[in-house]
């Protein structure tokens, strides 16, 4: 029966840019949309950012910008990341959308109504990081723990929401559904927290202090809390897409949230009681993941130590990165990364593991056959193997229902291992010797290039444009929407005969330890002049307008790049070869080096070029054009263009 599933990532505050957390977070709700997808289901996916609050009004004043300014640009970079990295999101919800503001009035007005909210005046511990009172059990040696700072004595006069009216009736939801919030530890802490008395919510800010955020409906000199103005995205971004549908009877119901822990008690609290004030049924399932820590440390932009997901897609590309992330942490737990470990995971699984399995069996076929040879009876070796396969296959779905897709993982790993003694036990290379052992080699090379099809298939929503890349090169050319079954995909036999096989291209080619650490280097330092460019950036300035006429004379198209190199000479250039649908692809030289350390990462990329700009001459050879490329932090990153279109085609 097929299901239709709702998954919602956090909205990202705007007061950062995109980082490896928010990265897994959002590449952890792709992979699940993904997966869900080929298991034949209907997955819908909301990310987006968080707009309101103090601060960002801090951060906006320190720039001489207003808040909607600040909140474009941070926002627009998040989206920017998501579109670049093929993040498959259905809609990206803005707290400052029309939208979101008339949904959360409607709900405060609602509230209101069934008697929720009251005025009072209140004194309490107030942190500006947290934008919310802390109560003393909250405080470590009397400051706050996340921000360590001491919370300022506040005294106000403030609507609250009568939280603490449903302590009872969240209880005991929270035990009559003992999957409700995942992993089962992070339910044992939030009933902990419950067995205390729940104070109510303070939900609002006076004009006075604070007027950037939704005005109360019922009181135009307050504007919302940010948390009661936040989760609604959740119910606001289904009530109204950005296309102007209502998707909430068809998707709340399977509603999905990921969410980190420093989130928890805001999600698995203040969200529920105020569904159930509002008379809005609780959502489906609450995911709760770990912190990821570079080394020994939390995170931090002030110390530079982020790490970017464009900065390291231009490295090392962001599909192998998304294999770490997802195969290194186990789900809930803390996880630690390094770019030794990343690498070392990398060569062994990737580059040496499914990689060489692919390179060595197609070579021999290429070699051999020139194409994919018909299938022979199995002896007991390719029974046994495929045995195997079955088994991976059998328990992958409840691996990934029960959020245990490291497990996944690492069961594909076990079987290309497997399947690396198999070809070294049948020893093909020396049958390709031997023109009587023609079928002997067909049927062994034929068991090994259907491991890597089935790992493809399987790992799809873990790299999916790398997997589709294998499948499409094997032949394999049935959609991965859940029209076909997983079974049906990955069943030992399925692999297509007579598939013309060429020298396969170098889908995982092995990181060089010995250059990393310079590669490194580069990007530590990006991170840390992001850092400190982030104190006192200014938004860049428009420049001087220009007309229609202005722009018609620039013609765009589609370039996609067969070949890239680094330019030895030059500090800032590579070389590329782009086919914009002509007889022969243009050489066009691009200063975006910074960004791109290893060029070959641009293989098969399309790109936005200026054709029609006058060739030049420069001392490496003719440049045939221009590639175009977005600029920030004293770098360059090409654009390029989603879906999958032809070189030569027009951008407009």
């Not at 969240?170 to 992993?183: G, V």
């Amino acid at each position: 029966m097929t299901r239709k599933i709702y998954f919602t990532t956090p909205i990202y505050y705007v007061n950062a840019e995109p980082h490896i957390g928010h990265l897994y977070t959002t590449a952890l709700a792709d992979m699940l949309k993904r997966y869900y997808q080929l298991a034949g289901n209907n997955a819908y996916f909301q990310t987006g950012t968080d707009e309101h609050g103090e601060k960002i009004v801090q951060a906006a004043d320190k720039l001489g910008i207003t808040p909607k300014q600040f909140c474009d640009n941070i926002s627009g970079k998040f989206r920017d990341a998501w579109d670049n990295i093929n993040i498959n999101y259905d809609d990206f919800i803005r707290t400052t959308d029309a939208r979101h503001k008339t949904y959360v009035q409607d709900i405060l007005t609602r509230v209101q109504e069934a008697g929720d909210i009251y005025f009072d005046e209140y004194t309490g511990k107030y942190c500006v990081g947290c934008e919310r009172y802390l109560t003393d059990t909250e405080l470590v040696d009397g400051k706050c723990p996340d921000h360590q700072t001491a919370p300022k004595e506040v005294k106000e006069a403030n609507y609250f929401f009568k939280m603490g009216k449903y302590q009872q009736q969240l209880i005991q939801h929270i035990e009559e559904n003992p999957d409700w919030i995942r992993p089962e530890r992070f339910k044992n802490e939030v009933l902990s927290f419950l067995k205390s008395p729940l104070e109510d919510l303070c939900i609002s800010r006076p004009k006075t202090r604070l007027e950037w955020g939704i005005e109360l409906p019922f009181d135009n000199k307050y504007v919302t809390y940010v948390w009661f103005d936040a989760l609604l995205n959740y119910v606001s971004g289904l009530k109204e897409t950005s296309n102007g549908k209502n998707l909430f009877d068809e998707y709340w119901q399977g509603c999905n949230h990921l969410i980190a822990k420093d989130i928890l008690k805001t999600h698995a609290i203040y969200w529920p009681t105020m569904l159930m004030s509002a008379g809005i049924p609780l959502f489906n399932q609450l995911d709760v993941h770990g912190y990821w820590m570079i080394g020994e440390s939390k995170m931090s932009k002030s110390l530079g130590n982020v790490i970017r997901p464009l900065s390291f897609d231009a490295a090392f590309g962001i599909e192998n990165l998304r294999y770490f992330l997802f195969k290194e942490m186990k789900f809930g737990a803390d996880s630690s990364f390094t770019y030794d470990l990343f690498v070392e995971r990398y060569n062994s699984d990737l580059a040496n593991g499914l990689g060489n399995l692919l390179a060595r069996n197609a070579g021999l076929v290429a070699k051999n056959f020139g194409a994919i040879p018909a299938a022979t009876d199995l002896t007991e070796a390719e029974k046994e193997l495929a045995d195997k396969a079955q088994k991976v296959v059998d328990a992958y779905r409840q691996n990934f229902e029960s959020r245990q897709f490291a497990k996944s993982i690492e069961d594909v790993c076990g079987l290309i291992s497997e399947t690396d003694k198999y070809i070294t036990l049948m020893e093909p290379w020396k049958m390709a010797k031997d023109e009587n052992r023609k079928n002997e080699l067909a049927r062994v090379l034929r068991s090994g290039l259907e491991i890597c099809r089935i790992a493809a298939v399987l790992l799809s929503p873990v790299m999916p444009k790398k997997c589709t890349e294998i499948l499409a090169y094997l032949g394999e050319t049935r959609p991965l929407d859940g029209s076909v079954s997983i079974e049906e995909l990955a069943a030992f036999g399925a692999i297509a005969e007579g598939i013309e096989i060429s020298k396969p291209p170098r889908f995982f080619p092995r990181i060089d330890e010995a250059a990393l650490s310079s590669i490194t280097a580069q990007m530590q330092a990006e991170a840390e002049a992001a850092a400190k460019a982030a104190q006192s950036r200014e938004i860049e300035p428009i420049k001087e307008q220009i007309i229609i006429d202005d722009f018609a004379k620039v013609q765009l198209k589609v370039g996609k790049v067969v070949e890239a190199y680094p330019v030895e000479e030059a500090k800032k250039l590579i070389r590329l070869m782009v086919d914009v649908g002509e007889e022969k692809p243009r050489q066009v030289f691009a200063g975006i080096k910074s960004h791109y350390p290893q060029p070959e990462q641009l293989i098969g990329q399309n790109v936005i070029i200026v054709a029609n700009l006058k060739p030049r001459k420069m001392k490496f050879g003719m440049s045939e054009g221009m590639v175009l490329a977005a600029s920030g932090d004293d770098r360059l990153v090409a654009a390029t263009v989603l879906g999958n279109p032809h070189p030569g085609d027009g951008v407009s």
